[in-house]
């Protein structure tokens, strides 16, 4: 290489041997590649795949034949906003999601707290890791285990069934549904409002203490305030997975327990009705993107994350 | 009264002893850390429990359990479809991984170094796969492999898994990037060594916690996933969940068990080693 | 043109709308060490990272040994940098960190390992190769960027504020030590910092900047007593800078009045009707008790009428604070000799200058 020569000669001053020739790639390579190629990778397999699911839920059957035509087509839009089998698969799919998330709420709160405020904070790291931990492993797995638990004759009867007046034929309910999503996506719930139990000034609630506030209203009036950014983060991040999932109805559920997941599956994988699926695919998109937006302007991210 | 009481003992006793606050207090946070133990129990029982019954001789969540057997893991061992798709989901993992964490790599330098037009509508295209739901993922993919002409198969699979693993990878490499001194480059620079050479010797030995974290992330998230391989496997080739998926809706056999608590195994040993060799890693530099 | 290690012509550089260097020329010789002095913002720190490799001017050139740079990058260039926080690779140890830029030039191992104990001895630090940069202090630390950088035999070693975080006492170690070592290597030191002092210390020549111009370029010694403009006067620590306007000229001397006196000053080249500035050194002024009518001294020395306002104990000295007539200060420092005369506030004292030690400031 001529340039590698060149480059030896100049330099050769002293002791110190010669500098190498520098690597020739233009300036506007690096910056091109590390924003261009992955953002390439995501417009051709995210970005543009949902701009044809739009297109497609505009698209209708031919009623002849059965097969999909291209044309422009609001009818599924209309089918799925006044036919009562959707509404009603709407309807109850923020039901159930609702109700877990509430759920949730109830059950990380108090564990949140304990674990923000009551343990040693260099013991936090570990137990927070515990926290974790169960959400690295399969959802499927995960909700598979609770059929075991859940079923007749199963692992709660056999080991509570002394207890009276304790359901524990729960299998295929919609109280089983409530069970798996509370347990597959409790992290989301406690991890945000840990975060803002955490970063409570610990000054503040003495402070109230010392002003003569009994404890449950310095909960009331400081604890809970303070950490309600980390409760409505809770809220959207638990909300948005129950209220787009498949899995949980599908396995636990029974045949009334069906939500907006299971029913555009069901388009795509049985009934073959594309654009009908697409449509319901916008409509809970747009439902989602809702909840975010509530998210991003009442819930202090940095807080969260931070 | 009573709050008088606590008033007065407020300014004389700092920590915990506050008139009738102390035995209330102290029962109460009682009372919350053994709540937070059960909640623990109750995240954790049904992962314990698929290992348990995995050996299980009943072949099911009993209790207590009758003894101790290997039958559903020979089960396992002998059963092809499991074991194809055991070596399916690996590869595909691997794969994942190595393609996730390039893209995730060149992502994070892109983001933390050069500011250019439009960089929010960048990182959030970067994130959007993290909030579309799993089953608009799914279809969305569906509908584009098909207008495409992509035949269904391993390499959907791999597709799918890449950008649904990518916003995390690319999280994890970015915190690496962020918390990094700029001048290590311009020193590694000044002392003779070209881009490349100060890529390779200083910026990705500096980075390497978040790649290899990302890396294994990439990996398990892959290992894992379902819904969006289950919209575009299409039939022909199956990943381990979505076997597992197919036997629990028809068949719910023993082997399922033993399936299900390698799965487990696999991802927490893969993440938690990463989490052991940070933390070491930590201690080590400090 | 020969012994000039570095030259810049006419450099500039813009941030945004902001000139941060605004055509910078200066030439330094081989050997030397200079200062490039001057508060925060000045521009100081640009002018080194250009001379680097790390910024490119917008306008100008920098010659390295005669040679123009252009937008030559930082491992093309015979400079190397000591950076104000180290920069110390955290993931090497001591030796890999001082024989990164011999391992990127492919010298042998053995030579590399030869060498980097011999920097090791240079700077003070034998057998610390092993250990790792947080474990060192941060003196230490700063020895190694040291021999870092020195290892690879730069023409230039540039140095950006390498002291900022080092305690006081172990600064005054370092200023010397860094003096030393570029006597012994022999090679051009260009130094960036804001303290006065430091400059003073180590300085071969310094260049004093202020709003990316070069306000003075000279010895140590010529910044410190002939300061050319106010604002170097004021960084160099001048506590006694009065407006002043010349009454009348001759050749080489001038009389000028300065608050209420008339002063002569030895300062060629002033017209009369000139407005400018006074600088006197605090150790410069001479009191005496005013009793004697007569404004002249036996050396030629002229003065102010003045009252003590304050005094400072300073071990050695002892600092007055004088009031001037109209308004003015002055700051006096006197030797504290046995038997020597004290002043006591609100005393009436007289201040004595020699035409000498009067510095005219124009700019």
Redesign the interface.
Known sequence: MATSTLGRRSAGTGAAPA??P??G?PGWV??V???G???A???A??????V??GV?SFYSLNEMSGLMQTDFWVGNYREVLSSDIYRRVLWRTFQIAGAATLLALV??Y??A???GA??DPRRQGVLV???I??F???????T??????LQRD??LQ??LGWVPGLPTDLLYSRAAVLIGFV?VF??LMILPIYASVRNLDRRLLEAA??L?S??WRTFLRVTLPLTLPGVVAGLVLFF??C?????TP??LGGTGDLM??NV??TQ?GEAFN?PL??AL?IV??LI?VVG?AIFFRFADVDQVYG | MA?AA??AG?GTAARGG?GR?PD??AL??RL??V??AL??G??????L??MV?SVNPDG?????PPGVTDRWYRDLVSDDQMLEAFRTSLTVGAIVALVATV??L??A???S??T?RFKRG?RA??Y??M???????G??????FN?IGLASGFWTIV??H??HA?PYT?TLILTSFYGF?R??E????????????TFR??TL??VMPGVIGGALLAF?LS??E??LT??VAGGGVQTL?LV??SR??FE?SPV??AA?AV??AV??LV??SG?LAGWARARR?? | MVDHDVALREVTKRFGDLAAVDGVSLDIERGQFLTLLGPSGCGKTTTLRMI???EFPDTGEIYLRGEPMGRR???RRD???V???Y?????MDIAANIG??LR??KVAKAEIARRVEGMLALVELPGLGGR?P?QLSGGQQQRVALA??LV?EPTVLLLDEPLGALDLKLRRQMQLELKRIQREVGITFIYVTHDQEEALTMSDRIAVMNRGRVEQYGSAEAIFERPATRFVADFMGASNILDAEVVDADAGSARIRVAGAALTVSEAGLRPGDRVALMVRPEKLRLTAATGPDGTMADGATGWDATVAARVYKGATMAYQLGLPGGHALVADVANAPGGARFEPDQPVRVALRPNDAVVIRG
């Not at chain 1, 397999?45 to 949902?50: A, E, H, K, R």
């Not at chain 2, 099911?60 to 207590?64: E, I, K, N």
């Not at chain 2, 311009?186 to 050479?197: I, N």
């Open positions: 500098r190498r520098p690597r790639l690096a910056p590649a590390s924003i190629v992955p953002v990778v995501l417009v397999f995210v970005l543009l795949p949902l044809f699911v497609y059950v990380a108090p564990m707290y304990a674990l009551l343990v890791l515990l926290v931990v169960p690295w492993t399969s959802y499927i797995v995960r598979f285990s609770w059929i075991g638990i199963g692992f056999d080991a347990h409790l992290p203490h010392d003569g009994p404890p948005i997975p209220f787009g999932s498949f899995v599908q396995l907006m997941g555009i599956a795509f594309w699926g697409a695919s809970m998109t989602v975010l | 709050r606590m008033r407020g506050q606050g209330r207090g109460g946070r919350l850390l709540y937070a909640v623990y109750f995240l954790f029982l049904p992962i429990l698929v019954t099911r969540a009993t209790f207590p893209l995730g060149l992502a330098w892109g983001l170094r050069y250019f960048v295209l970067f959007l796969p909030l579309v739901p799993g089953v608009v993922g279809i969305s993919l569906v509908i584009w207008r597709i799918a890449v950008v990518l690319l001194d001048r290590l311009e020193a590694s620079r000044d002392l003779g060594a070209g881009e490349w050479s010797r200083v030995p500096l398990t290992f894992d379902f819904v289950f919209f969940p597992i998926f629990i809706r719910l399922i068990n299900a799965v487990i991802s927490v993440l938690l989490q530099q400090a | 680097g490799g790390f990058p930082p491992y400079t190397s940098m950076f104000q926080n920069a110390l690779f955290p993931h990164y830029g990127e030039r790792r947080k870092r950088s690879i």
